[in-house]
């Protein structure tokens, strides 16, 4: 089977007319470089910032695993492996995760 259009609608052209897309465009390929450096040091230093904040409250709650178990209690909590688990509760209550 096969379809044709009526007589009323143009038939779509064979080939593009490139001239005819020159005056649409008022953008030019640079401006969206320059603002896609911009974007991605944008995101970058957001990352870097959310990295940066994420080691600051690890280290938090691993001054406050110390300042809870003592020197002497964590050595003994790091010689049976159970280090993990002190953090990840500690962790989860300091920053209200858990």
């Known amino acids: 089977m096969h379809f044709t259009a009526p007589p009323e609608i143009p038939s779509a052209p064979t080939v593009l007319q490139l001239g005819s897309f020159h005056h649409l465009s008022r953008v030019e390929p640079w401006d ?10 944008t995101l970058y230093a957001q990352s870097f910032r959310i990295t940066r904040a994420v ?33 990840a509760h500690d962790c989860h209550s300091c920053t209200g995760w858990g």
């Not at 909590?77 to 953090?87: M, T």
């Open 32 to 41: 969206l470089i320059a603002d896609l450096k911009s974007h991605l040091q």
């Open 55 to 87: 080691n600051a409250v690890k280290e938090g709650c691993m001054a406050s695993v110390e300042a809870k178990a003592g020197e002497t209690e964590r050595s003994s909590i790091q010689a049976s492996g159970h280090l993990g688990a002190v953090n």
